[in-house]
């Protein structure tokens, strides 16, 4: 069942989508029958489309794919020859090495901001979330509510009537704000000559969006597209049955519903009780009893101000390690002596080693090997929710967070100090934490639904020194929001000038600290010239396939 009511389709679309997707009325369904090229676009047009996956299917893609052959196919029943031919493999092979290379591709839509980051903690899977910087949230569901979630506990409760109430109200703000933002962006960066009218209206939006996202609750939703394996969703599934938060278990059920169509034996361990129960009691009472050992050994306190990105550990010898390890792969002594031997190396010799190994960097995506993995950074790290949302997503790093509440504040963006509206934000802002404050103390897992996306958590990233370069450089582009660009900034500066790796810093050349006006500009810009350009090569395909149809009747 969905939570905020089922989409309408006609006959004809039912008759349709039933032979790619595996439940048409409920937010969680499996794509089948669909190349994987197919699978992927709709994923990615997702990620920036206000519209549900089966809708963006039928407006958008379903005219460019031949489904003539198809008509035939219900992925809505289940595939039990498939569970059949599974159940002979596992028995010769064994669970894991096969459920590694089955995958799936999920859609779980109406998500609320919490599930997606449990949705998208594991590192075996890969994710598109639907973006607040493109999607606005001022307009209702055909159901008359806005797009958060209605968890049924809270709506029976007396604080109800107080919780719809105030999340309306966040809403109702953050569209009463867009235009005038936007009005006052446009007129602070006017367009520029050669510059297209649809890249800056898109680039002034993007900027409104941005800056007025902090006003979203986190219990507003979002669609997450995941693609995983057998494996991969196992271990999802398990830790969200064992989560605390209600919303978690719920998705968990629906989630294994779907599957179940497509990978069913890759899924057999999950209800067992000596394997799948085993594992989700265990989960859950080791996080049970650690909360309450930490919970005695440090008492909740208010938080003091401090640094918003600090470098809690690093090697002090990780150069040497990354220039051993670059060496070890053409050299025939030990790594201890590779070690030794780098060590007394003069300056000049070591930034040889480093120029020859990264080599030229044409672009952020040439990035060097493995032997940048022999060091790792550690950091702790206080940002706008907004912005851990972007973060968390980089999975081959190790991120742990705190529960999200209101206790360390939040920041008035430029843009809306400049137009005049911070009164307003911050107004909403404080009866978000009164309303979650409200909720805290009857509602300990669900409460975070109410806390505006302005609102700071405190987390931690530990990565090596290719990852750090790799988030470091996507994330301080200028097409980024301002608040995650400051974190990855702030990273660059503290390996340089805190850990003293001005090799690993240097080879960061991708690293951008200038501000711009609108960050999206030239994203945009480049983007029309994209479309512009198949739009001129498929005017000249339809050219060419003219010339060559032979004339008169068909042959």
């Not at 109200?169 to 000559?193: C, I, W």
């Not at 690093?314 to 030794?340: K, M, Q």
């Not at 780098?342 to 672009?363: D, I, M």
Request: proline letters at 5%; one cysteine or more.
């Amino acid at each position: 069942m969905s939570l905020t009511g089922p989409e309408t389709f006609t006959a004809d679309e039912r008759a349709l989508l039933s032979r790619y997707f595996t439940n048409l009325d409920g937010p969680v369904f499996a794509l089948v029958n669909l190349p994987e090229v197919v699978k992927g676009a709709l994923f990615a047009r997702y990620s920036r489309s206000p519209k549900s996956l089966r809708r963006l299917f039928l407006d958008e893609f379903v005219d460019d794919l031949d489904v003539t052959g198809d008509t035939s196919l219900d992925a809505t029943v289940g595939l039990r020859r498939a569970e059949d031919l599974y159940e002979r493999v596992f028995s010769e092979y064994g669970d894991d090495s096969v459920a590694q290379l089955g995958g799936v591709h999920l859609a779980c839509e109406q998500s609320s901001n919490l599930l997606t980051k449990i949705l998208e903690r594991g590192r075996l899977m890969s994710y598109l979330e639907q973006s607040t910087r493109y999607i606005p949230y001022d307009t209702r569901l055909p159901s008359g509510h806005y797009r958060y979630i209605r968890d049924p506990a809270i709506l029976d409760s007396p604080l109800g009537a107080r919780y719809v109430g105030e999340m309306d109200r966040m809403f109702d703000t953050y569209g009463e704000l867009l235009p005038v933002l936007q009005e006052h962006v446009a007129k602070r960066s006017p367009k520029a000559n050669g510059v297209s009218a649809f890249a800056h209206r898109a680039a002034v939006r993007a900027a409104s969006l941005d800056a007025l996202r902090g006003l979203l609750p986190a219990g507003c939703l979002s669609n997450v597209g995941i693609y995983g394996t057998g494996q991969g969703y196992e271990q999802l599934l398990l830790r969200m049955r064992a989560h605390p938060l209600p919303e978690a278990r719920r998705y968990a059920e629906l989630m294994i519903v779907e599957l179940r169509k497509v990978i069913p034996s890759f899924l057999t361990r999950l209800d067992r009780e000596e394997r799948g129960g085993v594992w989700v009691d265990y989960f859950r009472r080791t996080e049970e009893a650690t909360a309450r050992v930490v919970g005695s050994l440090f008492p909740r306190q208010v938080p003091q101000p401090g640094a918003s990105v600090t470098l809690t550990s690093f090697d002090p010898d990780g150069e040497d390690r990354v220039l051993a390890a670059i060496c070890y792969e053409h050299a025939n002594l030990p790594e201890s002596e590779l070690l030794t031997r780098v060590r007394e190396l003069p300056a000049t010799e070591r930034q040889r080693l480093f120029t020859s190994y990264v080599g030229e960097r044409v672009n952020r995506r040439h990035r060097p090997g493995r032997a940048f993995e022999a060091t790792t950074y550690r950091f702790d790290v206080v940002c706008d929710y907004g912005a851990f949302r972007d973060l968390q997503r980089h999975r081959l790093l190790t991120i742990e967070w705190q529960p999200l509440g209101t206790d360390l504040g939040y920041e008035v963006p430029e843009l809306v100090e400049e137009a005049g509206l911070s009164d307003r934000y911050v107004d909403q802002l404080e009866r978000s934490r009164s309303l979650h404050d409200a909720l805290a103390k009857y509602f300990p897992d669900q409460c975070g639904y109410a806390v505006a996306l302005a609102y700071n958590i405190r987390f931690s990233m530990e990565m090596n020194a290719r990852e750090a370069m790799h988030l470091i450089e996507l994330r301080s582009t200028p097409q980024g929001h301002p608040a995650y660009r400051k974190v990855a900034t702030e990273m660059h500066r503290l390996i340089a000038e805190e850990a003293h790796h001005v090799g690993i810093a240097g080879a960061m050349s991708f690293v951008e600290r200038a501000e711009a006006d609108l960050g999206r500009l030239d994203a945009e810009q480049r983007a029309e010239a994209k479309a512009a350009a198949r739009q001129v090569s498929g005017a000249a395909e339809g050219r060419r396939l003219r010339a060559v149809r032979p004339h008169g009747p068909t042959a």
